[in-house]
């Protein structure tokens, strides 16, 4: 699996459940959203100035893809959890199924960030962002080309504490495919 | 990582939340638990009994342990979910990292189960276990040595569809070490 068939895969409308576990109270969320994830072609604008704010030429971009969400959470229905993203993958050219994820914002902060990203030998994405006051880690993976898991976790910038464990099930939406 | 180093990471007492996503009806189910793993001797006699109701060898285990479990699901705050099961790890001779999981009664069912494991490169331990009427996917991993991720999926013999998902994420229970 490389980067191009990652997201190749994921091209689609998801219905994602997820899962929080806040470790220190050990409470439980839970969150149902619709994903919407589209390929973007190169040349489109926003691919090309999400790079060079980043200074990285274009050319090396590959597989661009838009992300939006929207959904609810059980904690707080009266919001509605909703974003967008454009999200720009730049291989590194020396390491296979390694490099940096450019996205226009981050999810828990407000600045662009850059994730890295690799992909290991069992298939599974891994993304790791560095925030100011804290690092996220997602992993996610195929479970069959309809069904995408992903476990994600927030720790404190020190890398000391797990802050918030969460779990994903995203399922292809078949009738809007 | 091989499994005497995963089993010997896992011996203690930890505190379970545990999500399940039944995937049809998109529905939450949380399960608050204790899990307490202790390391059993090979010359356990648990040990020697379960390896002879599989015709095996019982100098062929390595780090035999006892599960018990105990916890509630928001499902149903009357039933108190509580087990306990001898578990028997046995290597493959030729197969580095990979070998059968014996229990005395599987999840699922109440018969004898044996599952089939390996480690992953990337440190994970992925366990499967075929029923008469499902197959179950187990990937347990360390996040940092006081927690530990589980992802089980249930899905249904044939193969074709994931019924259940489930995350736990288990912290190591501090005060009782």
Redesign the interface.
Known sequence: MDITQFVEGSIGQW?S?R?A?H?VF?H?E?V?SEIDIVALTPDNLAVIELCQSYDIDPSQAVAPFHMSWEGESDWDEKEVLKGSTVLVPIPDPNIPNKGLLLRDRGYAETMPAAAHYHI???G?FVLITEYDRAAAEERIWF??PN?R?R?A?IKTSDGTG?VT?S?S?E?RNMSKA
Chains 1, 2 share one sequence.
């Open positions: 219905r459940q899962s576990h470790m050990a439980f839970a149902r290991t030998e069992d599974v479970v069959n069904l898991f476990v976790t797990v464990a779990f099930s399922l």
